[in-house]
C-alpha cells in the first residue's frame, strides 16, 4: 500500500493514534480508570526539582499516609508496577541468608517466594489450599518453628478472590522479634486496612485495582523499624555520593529498587537517584487526593455494596462462587463456570459483544473459574447491573441453565435493601446491618 511504512526488519508500522476500544473493565484488575486520574496525567511536566514538583511530592506522601492510615514518614512511591513495590520492600529488607517465612494461599504468595529467593533469602513457606486462608495460631506455629527475619504475606490474593485476616498478626511478630510486610495491592482502598493499628513494618500496593488508576507506580509505606533495617544498608552509587558517604561491600541487590536512595530522593536530601516518572505521580496523586475527599470508610462500604451485588447477582443467575466467602474480599468474586460451558468462550463474547472484559485465573483454578471485580470507578451500580444482564446473555447462548432475570433481580434487591436500610452483610458469619445509603449515592 502507498505511504505505508516499514520497520529495519520490513514490517508494516501501524500509523495511526492509538486509540483503543470502549470496554468495561469488569475483571480482577486493571479497571478503567477514573477520568480524572487520566486529566491529572495529561498535566504538563516540571523538572523533578522544581519546587511545584517536590510540592507535589510531599503533598503524595501526606495523602498516602492518609490511605495506609499510618504516621510513617517514609510513605511514598516506588516507580513501576506494584510488583516493582514488592521486590524494593523484600531486596531492601532481605540480605543473603535471612530467614524469610511466606504463608502461601494463592499465586501471588508464589510470588513473594519467588522474589525473597531471587534477593538470596533462606526462604521457608506453609500452604493452604487456594480459596481458604490461614489461622491465627497457625501462623504463629510457624513463626515460632522458622525464626524468620521477615514475614512477607499478601493481604488479599486476587488469584482466589480471598484476604488473609491481618488482626493480631503484628503482635505476633513483634513477640518474636519479626518484621512484618503485607503486599495490598488488591485490597487497599476496598477492604478495612489500617497500617499502624496492625502494626505493619511494609506495605505496599499499586493504583490498577480500588484506587482507579493505571498500572505504573507502587505506594508504599515503612515503619522506623523498617527503615533502620534499609538504612543500615544504605551505600550511595559512586557518581553522586558525597564526601563522608558510606560505600558497603555488601550493598542492597538493586540499585533501581534501593530504598536507602529512595528515601533520600523523596526527603529533604533530594538525592538524585533517579527521574520521577512525572505523570505517574500525577496520577497516584490524584488517586489518593480522590479518596482521601471521598473518605476511606466511605470508599471501603461503596466497595462492599456493589461487591455484595455483585455476589448476589450471580447467585440470582444459579451460579457457584468459589472460596471461603467469609474473608472474601470486597471487590472481586470467583464464579465456578458451569459443567459444559467453554468459559473462554463466554469471556471473548462478552468482550466482543457487549465491551465487558472478566478474568479467568491462574494455576489449579484456570479454567475451573471466572473472576469479576468491582473496583475503583468501577464499583458503581450501572457497571454491576450491565455487567449481569450481559453475562446472562452469553450463558444463555452457551446454552447454560440460568434463571431469567435473576442477576439484574437480586442486585436490585441488595440496591433496594442499602437504601432501606435493611442490608445485612453478604459474608458468612456476619449480619451487620448498614446505614441507609442515599439513592444517588449508590448509583456513583
Not at 516499514?6 to 473493565?25: E, K, M, S, T, W
Not at 503524595?60 to 520492600?89: H, K, P
Not at 506453609?126 to 504463629?140: D, K, N, S
Request: aromatic share 6%; net charge negative; proline share 4%.
Amino acid at each position: 500500500m502507498a505511504g505505508e511504512k516499514q520497520d529495519f526488519r520490513g514490517v508494516v508500522i501501524a500509523a495511526q493514534p492509538v486509540n483503543p476500544p470502549a470496554r468495561l473493565l469488569m475483571g480482577p484488575g486493571p479497571i478503567n480508570a477514573d477520568p480524572r486520574v487520566l486529566r491529572a496525567m495529561s498535566a504538563q511536566l516540571v523538572g523533578q526539582y522544581d519546587p511545584a514538583m517536590t510540592a507535589y511530592m510531599n503533598e503524595t506522601m501526606g495523602l498516602y499516609r492518609e490511605v495506609f492510615r499510618t504516621r510513617n514518614e517514609q510513605t511514598l512511591l516506588i516507580d513501576g508496577t506494584s510488583r516493582a513495590g514488592i521486590e524494593a520492600a523484600i531486596v531492601s529488607l532481605v540480605e543473603p541468608g535471612d530467614r524469610v517465612l511466606v504463608p502461601i494461599f494463592g499465586r501471588f504468595g508464589h510470588l513473594l517466594r519467588e522474589i525473597a529467593e531471587r534477593a538470596g533469602a533462606e526462604v521457608h513457606v506453609i500452604e493452604r489450599e487456594w480459596g481458604t486462608v490461614f489461622t491465627l495460631a497457625e501462623l504463629e506455629q510457624a513463626i515460632a518453628a522458622t525464626k524468620p527475619k521477615l514475614l512477607a504475606v499478601v493481604h488479599g490474593d486476587t488469584s482466589t478472590t480471598v484476604a488473609q485476616p491481618l488482626e493480631g498478626v503484628g503482635e505476633l511478630c513483634a513477640k518474636h522479634g519479626v518484621l512484618f510486610y503485607t503486599d495490598v495491592t488488591a485490597s487497599l482502598a476496598g477492604n478495612d486496612f489500617d497500617t499502624d493499628a496492625l502494626g505493619l513494618d511494609a506495605v505496599t500496593a499499586g493504583l490498577q485495582k480500588c484506587l482507579g488508576g493505571p498500572s505504573g507506580s507502587a505506594p508504599a509505606t515503612f515503619s522506623a523499624r523498617a527503615v533502620e533495617v534499609i538504612d543500615s544498608r544504605k551505600s550511595i552509587e559512586a557518581g553522586i555520593a558525597s564526601e563522608g558517604d558510606v560505600v558497603r561491600a555488601a550493598r542492597i541487590r538493586s540499585n533501581y529498587f534501593d530504598l536507602a536512595m529512595i528515601f533520600d530522593y523523596w526527603g529533604e536530601k533530594r538525592l538524585n537517584h533517579h527521574t520521577e516518572a512525572t505523570s505517574m505521580l500525577y496520577g497516584a496523586r490524584e488517586c489518593a487526593r480522590l479518596l482521601v475527599e471521598e473518605g476511606l470508610a466511605n470508599a471501603v462500604e461503596r466497595h462492599r455494596l456493589h461487591g455484595a451485588a455483585m455476589l448476589a447477582g450471580v447467585g440470582g443467575l444459579g451460579l457457584e462462587t468459589f472460596g471461603d466467602l467469609s474473608v472474601k474480599m470486597n471487590n472481586v468474586v470467583a464464579v465456578k463456570i458451569p459443567a459444559g460451558v467453554d468459559g473462554d468462550a463466554v469471556r471473548g463474547e462478552l468482550l466482543n459483544d457487549f465491551g465487558i472484559e472478566i478474568g479467568t485465573s491462574f494455576g489449579p483454578l484456570h479454567g475451573k473459574v471466572w473472576r469479576i471485580g468491582t473496583m475503583g470507578y468501577n464499583a458503581r451500580k450501572d457497571a454491576v447491573l450491565t455487567t449481569l444482564a450481559a453475562l446472562e446473555q452469553v450463558l444463555r447462548r452457551q446454552g447454560a441453565s440460568v434463571v431469567g432475570g435473576g442477576g439484574v433481580g437480586a442486585a436490585y434487591e441488595v440496591y433496594q435493601d442499602a437504601v432501606s436500610g435493611t442490608a445485612a452483610d453478604t459474608r458468612a458469619g456476619t449480619g451487620a446491618a448498614p446505614a441507609p445509603i442515599a439513592a444517588e449515592e449508590i448509583a456513583r
